[in-house]
């Protein structure tokens, strides 16, 4: 890594010319995956990469630049480089850098590098093994290990450097059943701010009897109906819904270019009185967690909305800039390559008082949602649609049969604002989330909840609608 002096030189160096704000992000990452399809190690990928980035702020502007050259004299001319765009502003002062304390801190137990590519090999072939054996309708199976070691330091013209050492271990296992016509498919993802004893804490064989249940259950399971109903989406189903229904419309740059049906809107009521949403990037070995984001801001938790209030956005240093704001520790950046941008970390609602079996029992009749799938969300106006991944329909206040091929329609702020029971659990689905062509690391939860109506999509008189 770039040590404390030269990062003091390319500061001053992109500062030259003036400007309002400049930053240095040095990142060195190991990465490692392996993929196995059909008892077979089809793809073996491990790789190191390095390199700097630079961005000056200047009149609300971004000028930026990166490197993979870490010698002085090539550092420093890219930051000169970089500083020139904001040629005519007032140079700034001689900077002293500071290195600055992590406000919380990660344990890894089992560093990914010392696990020997066999045996990550034969913790894939093992979960393969049990997902094949499950039912004789399985007919794919796809394993997949992905974990990385990404060292950063970030220096800025605010005077500090901030170190941080990211270990992601993540493992997806994907099963495909077939019969009478009909095929379906199971998908189950693990993963953190974890090394592998992720796999003693959720055991891959386990992860692959989750995900072959799922798609021979589903096979065997009738089209849902279709039409305008009570659902309950349970802690299983991970927080899916809150992260594209609300989330996104509440990073600040989206918000702040009235690309959100959330801006402009703090101090108003955006959702029921029991629901309060944060963003917390100190969670414990959670997917989105960091000891700083990618510009130097400590981690923290960030209330975005209390009981159905908005209260703020999430914002990196650009936009906190632009509204005299202070940033939140939301500014990240896929890599070097990249500048940083607001972004979610792990976000979720804030579980209630009631139990989970309460919330189902105040059913007569509707669907309970277990998983969800993909989904899409229109940040302008609100509207989404997602698909359910398991399903049942809930039958005089009892989870019954299973359906397949549901879809969820509505409102981000509609469903929010409907939404009448919170249980007392937490499930925490994860992902990486794609924006401004940058994926990033995430997580995000909900407890049980229970919204008294919503479109859902499935069969109409023999017809899927």
């Not at 790789?47 to 502007?61: E, L, M, N, P, Y």
């Not at 089209?223 to 991970?238: C, W, Y």
């Not at 209630?352 to 989904?375: A, H």
């Amino acid at each position: 890594m770039i040590d404390g002096d030269l990062l003091r030189k390319a500061i001053a160096a992109a500062l030259k010319q003036g400007g309002d704000y400049a930053d240095i992000f040095v990142e060195r990452r190991r990465s490692f995956s392996v993929q196995l399809e059909d008892g077979r190690v089809e793809k073996l990928l491990e790789g190191t990469d390095a390199g700097v980035g630079v961005r000056v702020i200047f009149q609300g502007k971004t000028a930026f630049g990166y490197t993979n050259e870490f010698s002085p004299g090539a550092v420093l001319e890219l930051a000169s480089l970089v500083g020139k765009a904001s040629k005519g502003r007032l140079p700034a002062g001689t900077i002293d850098l500071t290195t600055l304390r992590p406000r919380v801190d990660f344990v890894i137990k089992i560093p990914p590098e010392e696990v020997t590519i066999q045996e990550k090999i034969r913790l894939l072939k093992e979960a393969d093994r049990v997902a094949r054996s499950y039912h004789r309708s399985i007919k794919q199976v796809l394993v997949v290990c992905r974990d990385s070691v990404q060292t950063v330091r970030i220096a800025n013209s605010d005077g500090i450097i901030a170190d941080d050492r990211r270990v992601h271990t993540t493992a997806v296992v994907q099963v495909v059943a077939a019969g009478d016509g009909i095929i379906q498919t199971g998908y189950e993802p693990v993963g953190g701010f974890i090394g592998f004893e992720l796999f003693e804490e959720s055991p891959l064989k386990t992860v692959a009897e989750k995900a072959s249940r799922r798609a021979v259950m589903m096979l065997k399971a009738r089209k849902a109906p279709a039409g305008r109903m009570p659902v309950v989406i349970a802690s299983e189903a991970g927080g899916t819904m809150i992260h594209e229904a609300i989330g996104h419309g509440l990073e600040a740059d989206l918000a702040g270019q009235g690309l959100s049906v959330y801006s402009g809107r703090i101090g108003q009521t955006v959702a029921s009185d029991i629901v309060t949403v944060v963003d917390d990037g100190t969670l414990p070995n959670k997917r989105g967690s960091y000891r700083f984001d990618d510009e130097g801001t400590p981690s923290q938790r960030t209330v975005l909305v209390d009981r159905g209030v908005l209260v703020g956005y999430m914002y990196d240093r650009l936009n906190a800039i632009k509204e005299a704001r202070r940033p939140t520790g939301n500014g990240r950046r896929e890599s070097y390559h990249h500048r940083p941008i607001p972004r979610m970390t792990n976000t979720f609602i804030v579980p209630g008082t009631l139990s989970p079996e309460e919330v189902i029992r105040s059913v007569p009749r509707g669907l309970f949602v277990k998983k969800m799938g993909g989904g899409q969300v229109n940040t302008v106006t609100g509207d989404f649609v997602f698909e359910v991944q398991e399903g049942y329909m809930i039958d005089s206040g009892a989870v019954g049969e299973p359906v397949r091929g549901a879809t969820l329609t509505g409102n981000g702020p509609e469903v929010l604002k409907s939404i009448d029971m919170i249980a007392s659990d937490l499930g925490f689905s994860i992902g990486t989330c794609g924006k401004d062509a940058q994926g990033v690391p995430v997580s995000d939860a909900m407890p049980t909840v229970r919204i008294p109506e919503m479109v859902v999509g499935g069969e109409v008189a023999g017809e899927t609608v």
